[in-house]
């Protein structure tokens, strides 16, 4: 047998690989390693999940941000984008609809915007959590102080996504402007899960300079941090950031490294991301069958969708948005999966 699917076996029944195995698979990957590892994927999502897909709103509550990472397209120096910021009430009424519609997981995420203060985020967290007792409510706003992330968990909040972006200093440095570093990255992400969260970090495929060794660290980092969810996407341009003449990541690819997070982690949540869906047009299934096992529609309102642009062509008002849930239940129950009503929330035991 091949060294390739040699060591898809031994990730599959350890969970683990050294770096450079790792970067072996990456390197090797072909048609051959790419089913097995999506067999063994859907196998190891199906002992914890079954054929269950768990649904999340995505509420982008703003595009202000302070930084200025050289990717995406709500930074700072960009002066193309239309800035919005959702009241409290409008979150609270998407956070309704959400609800009438079956979610029970609200997702809110946004720049980093300095009106979000501690005391406004968490009398929002708060409110939200005494409307909806049954939901759990999910924080992406980047980067915050030990203390604020400690108010925001105290206020209700169940779970953080924070990317990493890469584990890579060098190449981290390549993506960003020196004011942010992957030590303050990965401090937050170590604050968060002290604190109590569930948190998720992640990074993007084919973002400009990455290399093989690169998500090799990325794969390596993921094993050590155990996260309890991890957010991996296609780099896609946009065309107002100095990133918009480099090509977008490779959805196959994706899907590869999906299935390689999936047995590294096998209770992970894992999202199928409307960056593949807008790289790929059955993108978001195929994450699904790579295994993947969760999806974001967005239920911003509609006005804003175009504003949140973190990318260019970002899908917002077809079969990604939440008030097309039928449309996306469908979708799944054809590929032999079914999207519940539930919070989601990471399971640590084995089925039945
Ligand atoms: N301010 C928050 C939310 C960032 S947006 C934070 O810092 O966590 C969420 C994710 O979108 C980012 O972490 C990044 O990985 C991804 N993203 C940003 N620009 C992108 C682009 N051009 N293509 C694909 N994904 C992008």
């Known amino acids: ?199 998720g970090c992640g990074f993007m495929v084919g973002s400009p300079f990455q290399t093989t060794s690169h998500i090799a660290q990325d794969l390596n980092f993921i094993e050590e941090f155990s996260p309890h969810m991890c957010g991996v996407g296609p780099f896609i341009p946009h065309k107002d950031t100095p990133f918009k003449n480099y090509n977008a990541g490779d959805a196959e690819l994706c899907c590869y490294l999906l299935s390689i997070i999936r047995l590294i982690k096998p209770n992970i949540l894992l999202p199928a991301t409307t960056a593949l869906g807008t790289v790929k047009n059955d993108g978001r299934e195929k994450g699904i069958l790579s295994g993947a096992n969760v999806i974001m529609p967005n239920l911003s309102p509609l006005s804003v969708r175009k504003k949140y642009a973190l990318y260019d062509g970002k899908i917002s008002t077809g079969d990604e948005s939440a008030q097309s849930l039928y449309n996306l239940k469908k979708s799944m129950n054809s590929i032999g999966y079914t999207v519940v009503v539930s919070r989601g929330d990471i399971n640590t035991n084995i089925k039945e």
Do not use: W
């Open 1 to 199: 047998m091949n060294k390739t699917l040699k060591l898809i076996k031994k990730l599959n029944t350890t969970h683990s690989l050294t770096t450079d195995e790792y970067q072996y698979l990456i390197d090797n990957k072909n048609e051959k390693a790419s089913q097995l590892l999506k067999k063994y994927a859907v196998a190891q999502r199906e002992k914890y999940y079954g054929k269950s897909v768990f649904v999340r709103g995505l509420i982008e509550i703003s595009n202000y941000c302070k930084n200025d990472c050289y990717y995406c397209g709500i930074r700072k120096s960009n002066l193309n984008c239309e800035r919005y910021r959702l009241s409290k009430d409008e979150i609270l009424s998407c956070c309704k609809e959400g609800y009438e519609l079956g979610f029970r997981t609200f997702v809110l995420q946004g720049g980093e915007d300095a009106t979000f203060t501690d005391n406004f985020l968490c009398d929002l967290v708060s409110s939200i959590k005494e409307n909806h007792p049954d939901c759990a409510v999910t924080l992406s706003l980047g980067e915050r102080s030990y203390d604020s992330f400690k108010k925001l968990y105290d206020s209700g909040a169940d779970r953080y996504l924070l990317r990493h972006e890469t584990a890579s200093d060098e190449h981290y440095a390549l993506l960003h402007p020196d004011t942010l570093t992957l030590k303050n990255r990965k401090k937050c992400l170590n604050d968060l899960k002290e604190i109590g969260f569930q948190v």
